[in-house]
Every structure is written in C-alpha cells, then in structure tokens.
C-alpha cells in the first residue's frame, strides 16, 4: 500500500485550514487517512504549523512519500533534517547525542527567524496605525482652524447688527456663508 504524506483540506470556503495526514495515495483528498500528524493554518501570518515531528520521520521512514507542499512544510519544520540526521546516526557518522544537539542548534535558529519576522510584522502594523493615527489629528486640527474664523466672523455680525452697518455686514454674511460652504465642499471631496 503506498503511502503519502499531504494535506487534507478542512475550513470553510475562502479559509482553509489544512490537516497533515499520512493516508493511502488511493484514498479521496479529505477521504479516510491512517494518521493524523498535525495542522497547516496559512490564514495567519507567519502560517501556523503543528506537527509531529516524531510521528513524521517515522512515516518517512517507512517509506511514506510526501506530496511537494507537505515536502515544503516538513523541511520547514526540520523533518527532513532530522531524517537526515537519523541515516547519519545509522551509518555510525556521529551519535545520537551529536545529532540532536544538531536538530536543535538549527531548531533555535529558526525559531529566532520566526520571530524576528513576528515581531518585524508587529512594528510595521504600529509604524501604519500611528501613521493613520497622526493624519487623522493633522485632519481634525484643520478642521478646528478652517472653523475659528466662521466663529470670530459671527461674533463681528452680532456686534454690528447692533449698530447702524447691519445692512452692510448682511452682505458680508452672505459672502462668508457661502466661503463657508465652499470649505465645507472641499472637506467633504478630500474624504
């Protein structure tokens, strides 16, 4: 019975969400598998990844075949080289103990790598919120300006509607009304 080691799609439609299964190759994509070695989510980013390290050199091992993608993912994780490592120990290259002090030196660092990318992905997402944040005030505050002269026009419009200019000031109004209006268009097409 030949053996493959691929993703079985999960998820919902435009989400998916992989299993990484050893199954016959005979067997239907999300049809019946012989082991389940752990999950794939690209939805997020980095993608998350769960594997059974253990569980999947030991299918290797056997002779399980895996498809290009779950090769991706596995030599992502470190499966193939501790594959690798495992023939090396076989064939008397270097011990147990050299080999896993390998697996896990290179474990570390790629550990460090994910990271490293984490946290570059956070600070961009910061650097792109303060950046929206900080247009936003410079938008507001030129609100706050463009209005301040409406207000001290008025206070001049009540002060002279009290005296004998009311008829003068009127005109006046109309010709700030509608520059008042005029602002307010173009406040309106800038958003």
Do not use: C
């Not at 691929?6 to 050893?22: M, S």
């Not at 997020?44 to 091992?61: H, M, S």
């Not at 409406?150 to 419009?157: A, C, G, K, Q, T």
């Amino acid at each position: 019975m030949p053996v493959k080691i691929r993703l079985q799609r999960h998820g919902k439609k435009g989400k998916p969400f992989y299993w990484i299964v050893a199954a016959d190759s005979r067997s239907k994509r999300d049809g019946k598998y012989l082991e389940k070695l752990g999950t794939y989510n690209p939805n997020v980013n980095p993608a998350e990844i769960n594997l059974d390290i253990d569980g999947a050199v030991q299918w290797l091992d056997n002779g399980a075949q895996p498809t290009d993608t779950a090769r991706a993912i596995l030599s992502y994780k470190g499966v193939m080289l501790k594959k690798h490592l495992a023939g090396g120990v076989k064939k008397g290259a270097f011990t147990a103990e050299q080999a896993e002090e390998k697996f896990n030196a290179w474990l570390e660092g790629k550990n460090k790598e994910v990271e490293a990318k984490r946290s570059k992905l956070n600070d961009a997402e910061a650097k792109t919120k303060a950046d929206a944040l900080a247009a936003e005030k410079a938008v507001n505050e030129q609100r706050i300006a463009d209005a301040t002269p409406v207000e001290e026009v008025e206070e001049e419009i009540v002060e002279a509607s009290s005296t004998d200019e009311a008829e003068e000031t009127t005109e006046e109004v109309v010709e700030v009304s509608a520059t008042e209006e005029a602002v307010e268009e173009t406040a309106k097409e800038e958003e």
